[in-house]
């Protein structure tokens, strides 16, 4: 994924009301960035870290440049926008960059499925084979050096693992992609800590046959590719 046009550099103040963040340019001009990620973000808005940033040409927009990536006083890169996760993976995809979901001719978006309503982020069709069902989730919480996820107790995620299952005692492939957007990370476990039930699940749909997978972005502030394995540790 390249960032066309360029992203822009600023240092950040602080980040407010889970949308907002306060920035400075190189030229000292004070800037108000739209924050697409609803997350705590631990580790992730340090005020005096470099923040990049897209600007959208829609005039009607209210904030016109959007937060991408954050690049640490440490040095590491982030992409805190959480929908670059899912873009990544069917650049990753539809590229056969990630081999295990390699080798179907069809790749369908937001597919409604399940008993709670839900929507698949990706489905893999093809005539030989079972179509895989595929969940994206967005890792950007480090402790030393290891990803964690989620960085909030999330219904929602504990509803797509529950979906997950029903796939695959259903007989179809289920798949649970954790696309890591820390460049620091270089394994990955569910946040027990954090919330409990989402690793507890996690584990059982595992167990049932839900395949899990830690993919991790090479990023930085031109573009991204999603294609690196890492060790998943439940």
């Known amino acids: 994924m390249q960032f066309s046009p360029p992203l822009q550099p600023a240092t950040l103040i602080r980040r407010y009301k889970r949308f907002l963040a306060d920035v400075i340019t190189p030229e000292?001009?004070?800037?108000?960035?739209?924050?697409?990620?609803?997350?705590?973000?631990?580790?992730c808005a340090t005020p005096g870290d470099t923040v990049w940033y897209s600007t959208s040409e829609n005039s009607?927009?209210?904030?016109?440049?959007?937060?991408?990536?954050?690049?640490?006083?440490?040095?590491?890169?982030?992409?805190?926008?959480?929908?670059?996760?899912n873009s990544l993976t069917k650049e990753a995809l539809l590229n056969e960059r990630l081999p295990p979901l390699s080798g179907y001719s069809v790749l369908k978006n937001e597919v409604k499925y399940g008993t709670e309503r839900s929507r698949i982020d990706f489905m893999l069709q093809a005539e030989d084979r079972r179509d895989c069902y595929i969940e994206v989730k967005s890792?950007?919480?480090?402790?030393?050096?290891?990803?964690?996820f989620p960085d909030a107790v999330t219904e929602r995620g504990q509803r797509h693992l529950r979906?997950?299952?029903?796939?695959a005692t259903g007989g179809e492939r289920a798949v649970m992609l954790f696309a890591v957007l820390h460049s620091a990370i270089t394994c990955f476990s569910p946040a027990r800590h954090i919330d409990a039930t989402y690793a507890q699940l996690l584990t059982e749909a595992h167990n049932k046959g839900v395949e899990i997978f830690a993919y991790k972005a090479e990023i930085s502030a031109n573009n991204m590719t999603l294609n690196l394995p890492l060790p998943v540790a439940l």
Do not use: D
């Open 139 to 148: 890792v950007t919480l480090a402790e030393q050096n290891k990803g964690y």
């Open 28 to 43: 000292g001009v004070e800037l108000t960035l739209h924050c697409p990620n609803t997350g705590a973000m631990t580790g």
């Open 163 to 167: 979906e997950l299952m029903s796939v």
């Open 60 to 85: 009607k927009r209210k904030y016109a440049h959007t937060w991408e990536i954050t690049q640490t006083q440490e040095g590491a890169f982030i992409c805190v926008n959480t929908l670059r996760a």
